[in-house]
């Protein structure tokens, strides 16, 4: 770890040290000089291995070694140095100022074996650490320690962070202090062996001096904390802007969802820390997955890399490292969403003797490295009581692949074969090779990886296409009855359903770029808009890692500059990976510790928080990149007014998109003079419930259920709205084999209604057409179907009568709303399910603050406009 220096600076540092390197810092000490051993040391050396005992019990009986000085014995340095240069009152060394104990059997390596094979198990360096700039009374401020441990990780060492007084981090949630596969090989990974750069100059040679510059007129400037103690104290959940949960259930929504169980705190049932994520490569190398907290310590931003700062000083940093936004994202949430969890709850609550297929099949993708790796391990299909299981625990590995999401080596080693075919939708895609990852750039700088990891970084083309995304975004399921028996089609085949259409929907329209004929202006690709290539429009102009380098300050037996220099990229895309489901995000923003998730940055805490910038993507892409709403026409006549609105598909893909039971929808209002509403329709209430025009009554609609007739009801496609019990949705809604409306993934049998808005592009008879064409009134409708590619738009015209409410009317308000949970889906989780996933979003949903944030009302909004009677153009909404 290290404070960079501005470029020229660093090159004025450099120049200044190396013109001192070969001046001494002082007396060196003698190999035979050791001071005598420690008065109160009961610990016996070397310690038992980590491997061997446990991390836990190790990292105990470590700092207890450390604390009674029991290394104070060993050969040392000659005295307290700097590692870095030290310029206006920052030190910019790899570490604060330090000064290194070396175990006799780390000397043995250096002095006797002149760094050649191995280090034993059980040798250790203990560095300790003090204010920089070095001084020789500096009072000591904590240790760096590498024990070897080759049994337990490919790198072959136990890291640790202590402190004198320090209360180790919490092993939930917190970053580690201590253990395998930590952060400190971004630095250490650079050695040219052994992880180390330890070198027996620093002991009885010459080693290097650095540039130190304080005025002597001034006092010494303040000590300042090290990254390394900084880290170690970071707060798991930082300060934030993040709304405040409630204290208390919404009563309004609790009077909506009538099945909604009123639960407390203590009630809910937390996930394990995301700390205990942790599965590092084995001593032979990786042999299956590894947790992203093996990618964190590299892709995460540092001043000068993957960071975008404002200019002004009241404006956090924006960090647009990989990691930190992909952790934000609910793809790096996949394995902790309270709403999956949910939804599978149900899924077994309605089909009990189908659990095992549940578990299997869901987490192909929501823990798709858990779900993989127990069949590789024992052929034998994942269960969802495994995502609980800690360290310790047998099925402790899976747990943490499985809770890590839809992480980076899942996407990074997906294989090229079967891509955009059938073979591989439903999350079934191939793997590559454990030891190698696929990325997007040539010319790599390959030693750190295999350094750290065993892994070798390669380019590979198809990371940059949508057939890698659409293996989990194209998802078809079995069609079940109520029995949980497979339904066969009228061909006497096993019945299944394309539930989830995304990449589909992309291969129909003028965006996709994978078979001719290729529209080239148009063609875009998921990766195109999901990950972005500029912030605010700049352009994004950066490494894609940290590591020590030669941007660092010099040091012995570091790799050759050739073989770690890493390029600066001008195609760096983004890790934002957002959609509009910013429902999930708040969840995670605003009840952290039960969904067991750090909302700090343990690299780079002084910027925005990664929670923060996931839901401006999401909100940013809701409002700019999604759809268009606009009144095109407006005039009063004799006994009506008339508004034509034409809502335009901006996305790639169908709008809404994947799971059938995302809905948008238009609010229409008919303004008085002083903007006051006297006709609606769409309009909702506080928690997102569509209501009969401007009153408060829920329509029936809204639940399927019309408790007059007691009969299903929903709202068909409109193309004219004359009515405020009317109201244009664009949703699809399907039927189980026994005719209702189900929001069950296996029990989608016939579709009743989609009207989802079609890309531009769609055609009839293009790929996939006939699982993803509308079905109901929008088959009608020739905004949807004409003989023609579609435009992706639809028309629909409000006649409003005139009558002595109305006629006051002088303008028109219509906005573009989306739910990714909107109250029908809740109330069915609510009424299926009874268990402690079902509870948990119960209390998540009731207690979430919506006021004030992007979807207040328990809506988002995609856009608005406003018109009135007589202008020619649309204005922009004041609401």
Known sequence: MKYRVPLFLFFLVLHLSLAECHSTIGQTQQTNQAPGPPTRCDIAFPLPNASDIGTRKFEKLLYAFLDQGCYKNWVADAEIRNTGPFIGGLSYGTHDAVKVFYSSQVWEWLKIKNREGEIPDGAMIVKE????????????????VMVKDKKAVFDGWYWSYHAPNYAPANPSIDYPDSGFGLYCLRCHASAEKESTFSTVKNVEGSPISFNVEMPTMLPLPPEKEDMHSRIARTPAIAKSSFATPRTSPNPNLLNLLKRMPDVTAQQVKPFPGESFDHVVPSAGGPNGFLTSSQCMGCHSATNDD?????GESNQKPINLSPYTEWRASMMGLAGRDPIFHAQLESEKALYPSRAEFFDNTCYRCHGVMGQRQVELDRNQPFKHSMVFALPDDTDGKYGALARD????????????????????FTGKFKLDPANAVNGPYDQLATVPMKNAMGITPRFADHIKSSALCGSCHTVILPVFDKQGKQVVDKNGKPKEFHEQMTYPEWQNSIYQNEREPINHTAARTCQDCHMPRDFKGRQIISRIANIEDNNYPYTDYRAPDKEITLRIRDQYSRHTLVGLNEFGLMMFQQFPQVLGIRTSDYMFDQSALGLETAQ?????????????????????????????????????HGLPSGVAFRRAFITFEALDEKGGVIWASGRTNSVGAI????????LPTEFFYDPITRKQVFQPHYQIITDENQAQIYEELIADTEGKITTSFVGLDRPVKNNRLLPKGWRTDGPFAEFTRPHGDAERDPDYIN???????????????????????????????????????????????????????AYLTSHLTVEHTPVEDWKLVLGCATRRIGEAANAACTR
């Open 616 to 652: 401006d993507s999401s909100t940013d892409l809701a409002k700019n990149q999604t759809a268009k709403i606009s009144v095109t026409s407006l005039e009063r006549k004799d006994k009506f007014f008339e508004a034509m609105v034409e809502v335009e598909n901006l996305a790639g």
């Open 787 to 841: 003989g023609s590619a579609a435009l992706g738009v639809d028309r629909i015209i409000y006649r409003i009568s005139i009558n002595d409410r109305t006629r006051a009317a002088v303008s028109v308000r219509v906005t573009l709303n989306y739910q990714s949970i909107p109250p029908y889906y809740l109330n069915q989780r609510f009424t299926i399910g009874q268990g402690v996933e079902t509870k948990r979003l």
């Open 306 to 310: 993957m960071l975008y700062p404002f």
């Open 129 to 144: 650490m003090f204010p920089s700039p070095a001084r020789q009374d500096a009072k000591l401020t904590g240790w760096t």
């Open 405 to 424: 999401g839809v992480s980076c080596d899942a996407c990074h080693r997906i294989a090229k074969e079967g891509l955009g075919t059938p073979d591989t």
């Open 691 to 698: 209501v009969k025009g401007a009153s408060d009554e829920v």
